[in-house]
């Protein structure tokens, strides 16, 4: 097998093509007819910026692309195939004007068999042998699919994912499972193996060697053997591994199996990675694997970026892969669809237990074509990422109790349906376990349960956190808790945090209702009624943690969510149109909370003086300040100004912040702060250190915005639009919505759905900012605010 990835010499139109000639057709009449075709490189998500775009819905339609192809297959008699690592949400793919293939999902990979078109040829000599081909993604709202467009998520179109031009002989494997069991003195294991051969009738003899390797490289088991063709899977072979290195977040060991099949001019190599573990959801209790109980200390992750929506390359999703590791996660859950094969395979090295689940999400139950693509979905997502020793939950479905789409709802025909995908994942794989959340009248069909808790944010209070876990654990056969959290303000500090939770009604549960997501209407929460800071967000996740420590019942939790993550439904967010619940921005700047999980989950020692990134603090000359620190080192000494105000021990127990707080007084305008983690032998092992400007003087309502512009050393102009009182005196608390604008040939880098990145955006703590390309020439900057004058500065190129 030959492949190569397609990411360069692709043009895209954003359009309803008349026909797939109409792609081509400027080729033949010189340009005449010619729609606005502009180069782009894969993957490419046609809602990169317009998800983010405040003013405008995201479009949701047909996007066309284009490009000529140079075949030439080794393989004689071989095949010639495209295959799609995901696109969203149809796809229809064209050599020259004949469909060749389509796919319906946005998600699942797929393949299309190019070769009998391509062989058959008559293509325009001004090609010069090059095979034209045409995609149409179309993510046109339709009913009959999932998910529902009521999903807090956006429904991408593109090629939003890698495209992989592969050559393969005419007999070559299509799948190769690895299906394993283990203990700590024996692992056994059988390789099942399904032929792709289209156009081969007879049963002739397939010659094949194959080979498995652990870590290191060392051969564990050989065999060759020769058989006659088959149809379906069949298993080729069973060996036995004698003291397996296990696989775990700790130690996460894989091994290779490698399939050489044919030989000669026909020979093809075929490797697929798996690893040897086992684990338990004990019922009303723990989580075990390999037979240690582990707390399962997870979050969430959509495929979303800051600029390009979907299409995260190779190099984007290692990094963010390697954020969550290094936070100290050892869980995941993939929402709410099959994930990039680039993550799975990151979840495999890091050391990441995975829940993936399919995307019937919100909406109801459709007809026999909507339930069938449920069941192919599933059986794709299982197929093609069964080899994963990081994945233990195949998940059914998300908050399948919200009505949405359709006239009808049944809620019996929805427990049938999810009795028959429950009983479909155990046939495809009987070694891992089936999960969904929230849909109390389905819980007893599947084997884990998330009943929904967000207790602090949607309803209830935190410090009943454990409460209403315990009434979820006791509700359940296999409890497991994803998704809490709050939306947070990068960049929103606050001295004293919403703590009026004699507001919020107690005693009636901390799920989340239809429409609690909204900020005005129904009963009182703190979404609502919060102040959205990261300051709220810290103290909720240091409650949290600190309380998991001591329940000893319970398998883990999954914060909601790791990154930012743009959405259709929730247009009045400080960033229109963001979910911001992450403990990371949309392009990868972490938020305060990240140390916040640091210090309770990462072994590496860390420190962290909380709002270390903010330029201004506010209080009176002779008020007391309190410092937070979140360690996870035996003490730490804070310096102020170059003076120690004090050692403290870390006491998980002691809230907030493990006890590292401290009540300091500081100088009107620049202080200096510095942090020194110790071990428990007095070694300074971590430090972290901020300097800021300390503002005394009291301020009134904002009466006027400033705006500046900085060049940086980039070439980008950095506008930061600040808040000031009648006075002249700025406004440290201001959340006022502010808007940029600009005049002339610059432009703004707005729609990334980042506090640097959104021209329509609440102020945090008095201010905001964008950055502009000024392109080489002069232009005119604004910002307003309801109310407020609006302020001007000029770029100049």
């Known amino acids: ?82 295959h799609f690592e995901g696109a969203g949400q149809r796809t229809d793919v064209y050599v020259y004007e004949d469909l060749v ?14 070769t009998d078109r391509v062989l058959q040829g008559n293509f325009p000599s001004y090609y010069n042998g090059k095979i034209p081909v045409a995609i149409k993604c179309d993510n046109t709202r339709n009913l009959e699919t999932i998910p529902s467009d009521v999903s807090d998520f956006n429904l991408y179109g593109g090629l939003y994912r890698y495209v992989n031009l592969v050559y393969v002989p005419a007999v070559s494997v299509e799948t190769l499972h690895v299906v394993s069991t283990a203990t700590a003195e024996r692992a056994e294991a059988a390789v099942h193996v399904k032929l792709y051969r289209p156009g081969v009738s007879d049963d002739s003899q397939v010659c094949m060697r194959l080979q498995v390797r652990d870590g290191a490289g060392r051969q564990v088991y050989t065999t060759e053997l020769e058989q006659a063709a088959w149809e379906g899977s069949w298993v080729v072979a069973e060996f036995q591994v004698e003291q397996p290195q296990l696989w775990s977040p700790d130690t996460p060991n894989l091994y290779t199996c490698e399939l050489t099949l044919g030989e000669g001019a026909g020979k093809t190599v075929h490797s697929e990675r798996f690893g040897f573990r086992w684990f338990a959801f004990e019922r009303k209790g723990p989580f075990y694997l390999n037979g240690e109980r582990l707390l399962l200390r997870g979050t969430h992750r959509h495929e979303d970026h800051a600029g390009v929506g979907a299409a995260m390359t190779e190099a984007m999703i290692k990094e963010e892969m390697k954020l969550i590791k290094d936070m100290g996660a050892n869980f995941i859950r993939l929402g709410h669809y099959q994930q990039s ?39 794709a997502m299982i197929e093609q990422h069964r080899n994963h020793p990081c994945i233990i939950l195949w998940g059914m479905g998300n908050e399948n109790d919200w009505e949405a789409d359709f006239s009808h709802w049944d809620e019996n025909e929805i427990r049938a349906f999810m009795r028959e995908l ?25 084997d884990v349960y998330s009943p929904s808790i967000w207790a602090g ?9 454990e409460a209403y876990s315990r009434v979820g654990f006791e509700g359940t056969e296999r409890f497991l808790h994803v998704e809490w959290g709050a939306d947070n303000v990068a960049g929103r500090h606050v001295s004293k945090p919403y703590t009026g939770f004699e507001e919020i009604q107690r005693g009636q549960g901390a799920d989340e209702r239809d429409g609690d997501y909204l900020l005005t209407g129904g009963d009182p929460r703190v979404s609502m009624l919060g102040d959205w800071s990261e300051t709220y967000f810290c103290d909720m996740i240091d409650w949290y943690l600190r309380a998991q420590e001591n329940m000893p019942w319970l398998t883990g939790t999954a914060q909601w969510s790791f990154k ?35 210090s309770y989950w990462s072994k590496v020692p860390m420190v962290r003086i909380y709002g270390g990134g903010m330029d201004v603090r506010a209080g009176r000359a002779d008020e007391a300040q309190l410092i937070r620190v979140y360690a996870n080192c035996a003490s730490v000494e804070l310096m102020v100004n170059g003076v120690s105000a004090g050692v403290r021990e870390r006491r998980v127990q002691d809230y ?50 400033r705006l500046t512009a900085q060049t940086e050393t980039d070439g980008r102009v950095r506008l930061e ?51 502009v390309d000024p392109r080489g020439g002069k232009s005119v900057a604004s910002v307003y605010a309801e109310g407020l004058d609006t302020a001007f500065v000029e770029i100049k190129g």
């Open 656 to 705: 907030p912040s493990a006890g590292l707080r401290w009540s300091v007084g500081l100088q009107p305008g620049v202080n200096h702060l510095v942090a020194l983690a110790r071990d428990e032998q007095g070694v300074v092992v971590a430090q972290d250190e901020t300097t800021f400007h300390y503002q005394t003087e009291a301020w009134e309502l904002p009466a006027e915005l």
């Open 422 to 446: 429950h009983e479909l994942s155990h046939k495809l794989d009987d070694t891992r376990l089936t999960a969904i959340r929230r849909c109390e009248f389905c819980k007893d069909i599947i």
């Open 457 to 465: 944010w949607y309803r209830g209070v935190y410090p009943e956190y």
């Open 341 to 379: 094969r680039i993550a799975l395979e990151q979840c495999d090295e890091l050391g990441l237990l995975v829940w993936e689940e399919i995307p019937w999400c919100r909406g109801g139950l459709g007809g026999e074509g909507y339930r069938q693509q449920c069941k192919d979905m599933l059986t």
């Open 721 to 771: 639009a600040k808040a000031y009182d009648k006075h002249g005196v700025f406004c440290a608390d201001s959340a006022v919505r502010v808007h940029f604008g600009l005049a002339g040939v610059g432009r703004l880098l707005d729609n990334l759905g980042t506090v640097r990145g959104s021209r329509n955006i609440e102020l945090a703590n008095g201010r905001a900012c964008i950055y």
């Open 564 to 598: 930012d993550f743009s959405t259709p439904v929730r247009p009045d967010s400080p960033i229109p149109y963001l979910n911001m619940k992450g403990v990371v921005e949309r392009d990868f700047t972490k938020k305060e909370a990240y140390y916040v999980f640091q």
């Open 1 to 82: 097998m030959i492949t190569s990835r397609l990411t360069r010499n692709w043009e895209y139109v954003q359009s309803s093509l008349g026909g797939p000639w109409e792609a081509w057709r400027k080729d033949k009449l010189n340009n005449h007819y010619n729609l606005a075709w502009s180069e782009v490189e894969l993957p490419h998500c046609f809602n990169g910026l317009d998800a983010m775009d405040p003013d405008v819905p995201y479009y949701q339609g047909q996007g066309w692309y284009r490009t000529l192809l140079e075949i030439d297959n080794p393989y004689p008699g071989g095949r010639t195939l495209l």
């Open 101 to 114: 293939g389509s796919h319906v999902g946005g998600y699942d990979e797929f393949t299309i068999d190019i």
